[in-house]
C-alpha cells in the first residue's frame, strides 16, 4: 500500500510541475489557450508546533470551558432545588406557626372573655360578707320565731292546764 501511495504522490508532482508552465505554441489560438491538463493539487501548509499547540490549546480550553460550565450549571439547578425545597419547608413552617398563632389568639379572647364576665376576689369576698350578713339575720330571725313558738307552746300548756283542772259542765 505504501508503494501505490508513493507512486501517486510522484505522479501529481509532476502533473502539477506540467500544469503550471505554458507550452510554446505557433498559432495564435493555441498561443492564448492554456492546456489543462488537470486541476492542480492545492498543497497543505505543514501545521508546525506552534500553530499545533495553539490549536490543541484553544480546543483544550473549549472542551475544559464547556465542561466547566456544565457542572456549574448542574451545580446551580441542584442549588436551586435545595433552595426551593427549603422555601417550601419554610412556608409549611410558617403557616404552622401562623395557625399556632390564631389559636393563641382565640384562646386569649376566650380566657379575656371569662375573666371580664368572672367575679374577682373582692367581688366574692363582697358577696361572701352580704352572705355572713343575711345568714346572720336569718339565724336571729330564726331565734326569734323559736322564741315565739316556744311562747306559744308554754301559753297553750299553760291553758291546757287550767281546763284540765276546772271541770265544765
Not at 441542584?78 to 399556632?100: F, K, Y
Not at 336571729?140 to 300548756?157: C, M, N, P, S
Request: proline share 2%.
Amino acid at each position: 500500500m505504501a508503494p501505490s501511495f508513493l507512486y501517486c504522490l510522484k505522479l501529481s508532482r509532476t502533473t502539477a510541475l506540467y500544469s503550471q508552465h505554458r507550452l510554446l505554441t505557433t498559432t495564435r489560438s493555441l498561443r492564448n489557450e492554456t492546456l489543462s491538463v488537470g486541476t492542480p493539487a492545492v498543497q497543505k501548509k505543514p501545521i508546525g508546533g506552534f500553530r499545533g499547540g495553539i490549536v490543541g490549546f484553544l480546543f483544550g480550553f473549549s472542551l475544559a470551558s464547556s465542561f466547566a460550565a456544565y457542572q456549574l450549571l448542574d451545580e446551580y439547578k441542584q442549588a436551586s432545588a435545595a433552595l426551593q425545597a427549603s422555601v417550601e419547608e419554610l412556608r409549611r413552617s410558617t403557616e404552622q406557626v401562623t395557625t399556632q398563632v390564631r389559636r393563641i389568639a382565640a384562646v386569649e379572647r376566650d380566657l379575656k372573655a371569662l375573666s371580664d364576665a368572672s367575679a374577682s376576689k373582692d367581688d366574692t369576698a363582697r358577696v361572701r360578707g352580704e352572705m355572713k350578713k343575711l345568714l346572720d339575720g336569718l339565724h336571729v330571725e330564726f331565734l326569734d320565731l323559736r322564741t315565739y313558738a316556744w311562747g306559744i307552746q308554754k301559753d297553750v300548756h299553760a291553758l291546757a292546764q287550767k281546763n284540765s283542772t276546772s271541770v265544765r259542765i
